[in-house]
């Protein structure tokens, strides 16, 4: 198999193995992923000249991967083998005299160990290194693609996708490059993911037969994926007993409803036996789901929870319900309760194979919200997290945004307050799921810099209290520095140092950046409806979609107070229930997700509401005038054509983000007739 030409070889270029490929490695352990591990390091060895062994014999190593069930030669791995048991996907690694080893108990804790030595390059192999132990905190680290089989007619092959088409799939048929998906297969294992999704969640007419007629479709992907220790889920319909089965209903109590579905699971693990479940977007934005039956999602979840029990299959059951067609001049219906009122009252209700699926926010992706209610409130319910890694509503893939700074407050957060269990506790042994930002863009996600959120997604969904700067760093060595220099100690050049100081300055506080001059201050939205690109202050304003700022002449903000708004701050348990009802305590970043305000009302910075709205603005469209700048200074230091696509896409931020702050604060300054303490034009 070929990789098709040209495909960015991402955090794996060959440079990255370059240290393992010269040097003596034993493999040891059966098993396909062990398979795997062999194949890796022969690759590189091909390329630089080391050895790869499959048995011991007598000479020495500098690498030894090896089962801990394994015939280890004597002394390599001696006061390295673990006393307790390191799970299914977790290894020690470990340097004496002269040998790094890694030790797993399954052959995918090896794989995982192998790309452990890969991010280390030549460091793996110079001072001794004491035993560490490596375990992932999250159970599934598992990718969601919103691929549709058939072009759909206005979201087209990637629904919310920024990074041209599917990889699965092209123009209602599979798209049959699997090297490419062999590629992309390989990019996740090394980054620690574990499960993906082939299909959009939003599951149209073509994509339903996925479950039946079409399966060989998706048996084709898992095949691929297989030898990464990467588990192939389907998203499904959950009317298939009628739109697929030709049943009169699918209500999830009816007796021949389950029949269908315990039968078409069968054969669906008859088929791909590995295979690891279902994801459902029920009774939400037009799916059909257990509501038209009278049932609750409790109902429907368990009943697909039942078909898969057998074959440890899992549900991903989104809790992203809420009511689209709001009347926007009813202001007691408020969208971010939705989930939380939905849910709550069944926590306790689930099979153990479900895993109700939430988003991190409330709403939906915005730049800056409050961490969702429903990950305190479900103590009897499994959780996964949903991240958006493509960026639907940070800047589509044209615009630099660095995302782990923010998924990195979510998982950090403690609904409980200090002293309590934060986010990344409350779902680790669990999941964390992000929306893949993947395509058959010759850069994988459209935006070359976009990678990074790739990256920092798996290796925050293996362990949570990772530094996002430091990901960023192991990414920008992985990607650029050994390819750029073929240099086995990069931080050493002059060059490299200025390459790594590049990237890191313009991508570190980039999410923050955006949020500066995109709605301020936790409002949400105010994107163009439809696509969500670009500015539009009131353009969902007046819409059924529930996602309302209510600015007027006097303020801005919406009021989800107990006090004298929709209540959703009694959703939180104290202390937040009673900080972000209080007008006083409310961070200042999240004021207006909870509050309608004065333009006059004082922030905790010192600045009135809306002088901030205007220094922001004014600052984040200067700061990517400055990131562009950053960008052109360093040509020299990148492939041309990676340079050329991102001084191009920066050309974009820049007029994008002009226009942002141009709207907003004319917006604002209309609305309230409040001139600019500092006599910047607003036009
Ligand atoms: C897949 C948002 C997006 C939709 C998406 C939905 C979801 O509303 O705009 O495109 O649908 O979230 O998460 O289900």
């Known amino acids: 198999m070929t990789i098709p030409d040209p495909v960015h070889p991402a955090w794996l270029p060959s440079e990255a193995f370059r240290a393992i490929g010269a040097r003596r490695t034993l493999v040891l352990g059966d098993g396909l992923l062990a398979g795997t591990v062999h194949d890796e390091v022969a690759q590189a060895c091909a390329r630089y000249g080391g050895r790869v062994r499959r048995d011991a014999g007598s000479e020495p190593y500098d690498l030894v991967l090896a089962l801990t069930t394994a015939e280890v030669p004597p002394g390599v791995a001696g006061e390295v083998r673990p006393d307790s048991a390191l799970g299914d996907e977790g290894y020690v690694l470990a340097r004496r005299d002269g040998t790094t080893v890694v030790l797993a108990d399954e052959p995918a804790g090896l794989l995982y160990g192998l790309f452990h030595v890969v991010r280390l390059g030549e460091g793996a192999f110079a001072a001794e290194r004491p035993a560490e132990h490596h375990r992932p905190a999250t159970r599934r680290r598992m990718l969601d693609h919103w691929d549709n089989v058939d072009v ?24 049959g490059e699997l090297a490419r998906v ?18 959009n969640v939003n599951v149209h007419a073509t994509e339903a037969h996925l479950l039946t007629d079409r399966l060989g479709d998706v048996a084709a992907l898992a095949d691929v994926f297989r030898p990464y220790g990467i588990r192939v889920h389907l998203s499904v319909n959950f009317a ?23 039968d078409v699971t069968e054969r669906v693990y008859e088929t791909i036996p590995d295979f690891g479940g279902y994801v459902v977007k029920a009774d939400s934005e037009g799916q059909p789901g257990p509501f038209a039956y009278g049932r609750d999602h409790a109902d429907g979840a368990n009943l697909l929870a039942e078909a898969l029990a057998p074959y440890g299959g899992v549900v991903h059951w989104r809790a992203f319900v809420y009511n689209h067609r709001q009347d926007w001049r009813d202001r007691s219906t408020d969208r971010a309760r939705a989930a939380y009122d939905h849910f709550a009252p069944l926590d306790g209700r689930f099979r153990d194979n479900v895993i109700l699926q939430v988003k991190h926010g409330p709403v939906d992706f ?5 961490v969702s209610p429903v990950v305190a409130a479900m103590p009897a319910t499994r959780l996964a997290v949903e991240l958006q890694v493509t960026q639907e509503y940070t800047g589509q893939q044209r615009h630099v945004c660095y995302l782990a700074p923010m998924w990195r407050e979510v998982l950090g957060f403690r609904p409980w307050g200090d002293g309590g269990a934060d986010v990344a506790e409350l779902v680790g042994g669990g999941d964390l799921v992000g929306v893949s930002n993947v395509g058959d863009d010759p850069y994988w996600t459209g935006h070359p810099l976009a990678q990074a959120n790739l990256y920092a997604f798996g290796r925050l969904a293996w362990e949570p209290r990772l530094d996002p700067a430091a990901i960023l760093d192991e990414w920008i060595d992985l990607t650029f520095l050994q390819a750029a220099t073929g240099d086995a100690e990069p931080a050493a050049s002059g060059a490299t140092d200025r390459l790594r100081r590049t990237l890191h300055e313009i991508m570190d506080d980039s999410w923050r950046t955006y949020e500066r001059y995109t709605a301020p201050l936790g409002v949400g939205f105010m994107v163009r409806p439809g696509h969500h690109y670009g500015p ?28 004298t708004g929709t209540g959703f701050t009694g959703q939180y348990p104290p202390p937040w229930s009673e900080v972000y009802e209080s007008l006083a305590d409310c961070p200042d970043e999240l004021l207006l997700f909870f509050h309608h305000v004065p333009y006059g009302h004082v922030l905790h910075s010192g600045s009135t509401v809306i002088q901030h709205i205007y220094d922001t603005h004014f600052a984040g469209a200067e700061q990517v005038t400055e990131t562009r700048r950053r960008w052109q200074e360093a040509a020299g230091l990148f492939d041309p054509s990676l340079h050329a696509r991102v001084k191009a896409l920066l050309d974009e931020q820049v007029r994008c983000a002009e226009e942002w702050r141009d709207q907003i604060n004319a917006y604002f300054f209309r609305k309230s007739g409040v001139p600019d303490a500092h006599g910047r034009c607003i036009p």
């Open 152 to 175: 759909h007619p206005v979201m087209g092959q990637v629904e919310r996708g920024y990074a041209g088409g599917s990889v699965f799939w092209r123009d209602g048929a599979p798209r």
């Open 182 to 199: 062999r590629a992309y297969a390989r990019l996740l294992a090394a980054c620690g993911v574990n499960a993906i999704s082939v299909n």
């Open 240 to 262: 298939s007993p009628v739109v697929l089965g030709g049943r009169p209903t699918a209500d999830p109590l009816d007796e021949d409803v389950r029949t269908w579905w315990a």
């Open 366 to 370: 915005q730049a800056r919200e409050p």
């Open 536 to 563: 539009d202050v009131d353009g969902y304003e007046y819409t059924p979609w529930g996602t309302y700022h209510f600015a007027d002449r006097d303020g801005v903000g919406v009021d989800r107070t107990r006090a």
